[in-house]
């Protein structure tokens, strides 16, 4: 069964610093992997896409992808209190748009 | 561009009764799903369809739930009857061709009492 697995947190990080997460998944045959923010009682939103190993950046997000790891992960620098929001991990196991499986989030508090 | 829009925001309703969840996609998108979540389950994946054709319902739970994409710019999803176990937030997303992500409606919140 294909799975993407985060940890739910909740993960505290203050003003300015800098807040990691991470993101495993289970298929080798992962293709593209997302991320998405979700505020409280809001719709998911898509930040970051990346389709290859390495490091993509994005102002202050930076997306992070190992696929020998089975790994990817997103770096926010610079967090600030407005960063505070669920994140989604995405992963795409196929060609086609239709497998497009999310983590259940992981939870960021950016403490003032 | 309106992004995806959803109606109604929030529903509530009694057990057994039927509700019907719409939802109009981005212009040019071919892709729509249809995902529901709760805290326990996250967000799973009902049913998608591509260019209107329902392509995988395999997560539609069970009968009582079906989903319709007459044209390009309109689908339903439909509960009939519903059951408490059914309150959840309804999205529907809609991309384009190349897996570039999905864009997610606003959602609509439905407490089935």
């Known amino acids: 069964q294909k799975e993407v697995e985060q940890n739910s947190g909740p993960l505290s990080v203050p003003e300015g610093a800098i807040a990691s997460l991470n993101c495993t998944y289970s298929d080798r045959g992962s293709q593209s992997f997302f991320w998405y923010r979700q505020y409280s009682g809001k719709s998911p939103e898509l930040i970051m896409s990346i389709y290859s190993n390495g490091d993509k950046e994005d102002g202050r997000f930076t997306a992070q992808l190992n696929k020998a790891s089975q790994y990817v992960s997103l770096l926010i620098r610079d967090s600030q209190p407005s960063d505070s929001a669920t994140y989604l991990c995405a992963v795409n196991y196929g060609g086609s748009q239709g497998n497009l499986i999310f983590g259940k989030g992981t939870k960021l508090s950016v403490k003032p | 561009d309106a992004g995806v829009i959803q109606s109604p925001r929030h529903e509530v309703t009694e057990m057994g009764q039927e509700v019907t969840l719409r939802c109009k996609p981005i212009?040019?998108?071919?892709?729509l799903f249809w995902y529901r979540q709760t805290m326990m389950r996250g967000l799973e994946l009902l049913i998608y369809?591509?260019?209107?054709?329902?392509?995988?319902d395999s997560g539609m739970p069970e009968d009582r739930f079906s989903a319709k994409m007459p044209n390009a710019s309109f689908s339903t999803l439909k509960i009939q009857p519903s059951e408490p176990r059914d309150s959840a937030v309804y999205f529907c997303?809609?991309?384009?061709?190349?897996?570039?992500?999905?864009?997610f409606g606003s959602g609509t919140r439905l407490t089935v009492v």
């Open positions: 997303a809609s991309s384009g061709t190349e897996p570039y992500g999905y864009t």
């Open positions: 212009s040019g998108h071919d892709y």
């Open positions: 369809f591509n260019n209107n054709v329902p392509i995988d």
